[in-house]
């Protein structure tokens, strides 16, 4: 069973940068695609980011690309380097692990992801 345990977040003024850090265990073969949502009150939790199982970027939020970079490292810690924050990006942030096949690590739908962590909130002040 794969567990998920963020870290990272933090309150920060708009234009700074926060990088958030997934460690995952109990990885499995089977599991296509990682990768962080967020999610604000009253709101549907969104896609990020995503990578597939082979640390290959599949999906970027349009209102994140140029701004945040998805990453794996070889101990299976997942990272979310986040720059140029701004207030609308204030949300709680979970790193997710699923996905049954390939073409699910493109979509960045939350409803594909099987496994979830905790979250960890990200404030941005203006």
């Known amino acids: 069973q794969v567990q998920l345990v963020e870290s990272g977040g933090g309150s920060v003024q708009a234009g700074g940068s926060l990088r958030l850090s997934c460690a995952v265990s109990?990885?499995?073969?089977?599991?296509?695609?990682m990768g962080w949502f967020r999610q604000t009150p009253g709101k549907e939790r969104e896609g990020v980011a995503v990578v597939n199982s082979g640390g290959v970027t599949t999906y970027y939020a349009d209102s994140v690309r140029g701004r945040f970079t998805i990453s794996r490292d070889n101990a299976n810690t997942l990272y979310l380097q986040m720059n140029d924050l701004q207030p609308e990006d204030t949300a709680m942030y979970y790193c997710?692990?699923?996905?049954?096949?390939?073409?699910?690590?493109?979509?960045?739908?939350?409803?594909?992801?099987?496994?979830w962590g905790q979250g960890t909130q990200v404030t941005v002040t203006s």
């Open positions: 997710a692990a699923g996905g049954s096949r390939f073409a699910d690590c493109y979509s960045g739908n939350p409803g594909r992801f099987g496994a």
């Open positions: 109990g990885y499995s073969g089977s599991t296509y695609c």
